[in-house]
T-cell receptor, first 114, second 116 residues
Framework: SQKIEQNSEALNIQEGKTATLTCNYTNYSPAYLQWYRQDPGRGPVFLLLIRENEKEKRKERLKVTFDTTLKQSLFHITASQPADSATYLC?????????????FGTGTRLQVFP | GAVVSQHPSRVICKSGTSVKIECRSLDFQATTMFWYRQFPKQSLMLMATSNEGSKATYEQGVEKDKFLINHASLTLSTLTVTSAHPEDSSFYICSPRQRTSYNEQFFGPGTRLTVL
């Protein structure tokens, strides 16, 4: 069955540095991949979507890469701020575009220290 | 982005009682509704998918008689946890979809259910 892995250890970085989070998956070929932010006790908030034929996507201080050969996505936050502290979820889209089902990773908690 | 509300945000109930959770899409019509459950430090697990006016499709391992889903209108869906037990304590999150657009997916703020 498909498996999606995010680093379960919290990532602690200093303000101003670049945070890099990893999402690896196996036994699956998603048509797209999404990243979400989740704050404690809240629902996820969409950040970025990247499709299988795209290598990189950017949005303000965020950058996502997608390597379908390595079956890996990297999520970068540049010039990180304490307000970026949250759990970041990776979600795999289905293999085809005929359904909306997502498979979520467990998330990586990011803590940005001033 | 779309506005999604859930009510209640928190509920504590005794074992054996039933709890109804409402999910509303306030500024768009949701033809599809996804219901997720999230245990502490775990990922969101899809429980069921419902389309307006039809029966919900449940994921493997989710009891349809225990988790009743009603999607009677394009702006309201309800999840009823019947005869709740402590193991049902979790964070329940709805996610309405206007159509299959393969773009951002909106989520409700979630409902924290604690069964004593």
């Amino acid at each position: 069955s498909q498996k999606i892995e995010q680093n379960s250890e919290a990532l602690n970085i200093q303000e101003g540095k670049t945070a890099t989070l990893t999402c690896n998956y196996t036994n699956y070929s998603p048509a797209y991949l999404q990243w979400y932010r989740q704050d404690p006790g809240r629902g996820p908030v969409f950040l970025l979507l990247i499709r299988e034929n795209e290598k990189e996507k950017r949005k303000e201080r965020l950058k996502v890469t997608f390597d379908t050969t390595l079956k890996q996505s990297l999520f970068h936050i540049t010039a990180s701020q304490p307000a970026d502290s949250a759990t970041y979820l990776c979600a795999l889209g289905p293999p085809s575009y005929n359904t909306d089902k997502l498979i979520f990773g467990t998330g990586t908690r990011l803590q940005v220290f001033p | 982005g779309a506005v999604v509300s859930q009510h209640p945000s928190r509920v504590i109930c005794k074992s054996g009682t039933s709890v109804k959770i409402e999910c509303r899409s306030l500024d768009f019509q949701a033809t599809t509704m996804f219901w997720y459950r999230q245990f502490p430090k775990q990922s969101l697990m899809l429980m069921a998918t419902s389309n307006e006016g039809s029966k919900a499709t449940y994921e493997q391992g989710v009891e349809k008689d225990k988790f009743l889903i009603n999607h009677a209108s394009l702006t309201l869906s309800t999840l009823t946890v019947t005869s709740a037990h402590p193991e049902d304590s979790s964070f329940y999150i709805c996610s309405p979809r206007q159509r299959t657009s393969y773009n951002e997916q909106f989520f409700g703020p979630g409902t924290r259910l604690t069964v004593l």
